[in-house]
């Protein structure tokens, strides 16, 4: 070649190198980006995270006025006044579950009392027996009101993880398909179907941590009210039979 065609060569420009762009795998492409059903399973997640996170706040604020509302009770309850001035006085509004179980008992004691139940000796204990009941019952109904939406909590913790999974799976799936397609292992091929499967994970172990922990705190305060009602009503089971007692003599 002569020295004015290898001059022509030299002249020409070069051919850029293809870069390779790089994927963009911020949250919010990777949720956008992602296969239809890898994306409902996302939202599903975060959907149940944020109604675990309203549950929690609403139980936690309700417990604490609970418990609350039950010290102010049991301070009028134990000051020595007249029962049946604290049962005229907040018969018509009992606030809490504890103060609708004083006054249950009290209406059913009332009721009893204006018929003549609790002269007799054959009827007083069956009127015993009969408050108990209205008090168990009480504290059923009630106790149903406090733990209400319990159980999602408990499914989401329980449940969230495998859906995430799932989706982890799905995502990992897409990849080989990827993979298999345009037969390139390029990182840029792989990447946005790893990231999803990883991004469906994250998401199923962010929901599910936070409801089965706040379960479990909920759960044993839950429990620890129900026995505080279980208790005052052994104890206005107590004056209940004491007052029987008194009338009988």
């Known amino acids: 070649m002569d020295q004015t065609a290898l001059q022509t060569v030299n002249s020409l420009p070069l051919a850029a190198a293809p870069e390779a762009i790089a ?7 990777l949720f956008w980006n992602a296969d239809p059903v890898i994306k409902l399973i996302m939202l599903v997640l975060i959907l149940a995270s944020f109604w675990c996170w309203t549950i929690i706040f609403q139980k936690y604020m309700r417990l604490r006025s609970l418990n609350t509302s039950a010290d102010q009770f049991e301070e009028a309850f134990w000051s020595g006044g ?6 005229d006085r907040i018969n018509n509004r009992p606030q809490d579950p504890i103060s609708a179980l004083f006054c249950a008992a009290m209406r059913e004691w009332r009721r009893s009392v204006s018929k003549g139940l609790a002269r007799g000796s054959e009827t007083r204990g069956t009127l015993h027996q009969r408050i108990d009941r209205v008090m168990q019952l009480t504290i059923g109904r009630e106790m149903d009101h406090v733990e209400r939406h319990m159980g999602f909590l ?34 840029a091929v792989v990447a946005p179907g790893i990231a999803e499967a990883l991004f469906a ?28 009602l279980d208790n005052f009503a052994s104890e206005f089971s107590g004056i209940i039979s004491r007052q029987l007692e008194e009338e009988a003599s």
């Open 154 to 187: 408990a499914s989401t913790g329980s449940t969230a993880t495998f859906i995430g999974l799932f989706g982890t799976v799905l995502g990992i799936m897409n990849s080989f398909q990827s993979i298999a397609m345009q037969q390139n292992t390029n990182l």
């Open 23 to 29: 994927p963009n795998l911020s949250m919010m492409e």
């Open 82 to 87: 007249a029962l049946d001035d604290l049962y």
């Open 201 to 228: 994970t994250a998401i199923g172990l962010v929901t599910a941590i936070p409801a089965m922990v706040a379960y479990n705190k909920l759960f044993s305060d839950i429990n620890r009210y129900g026995n505080r």
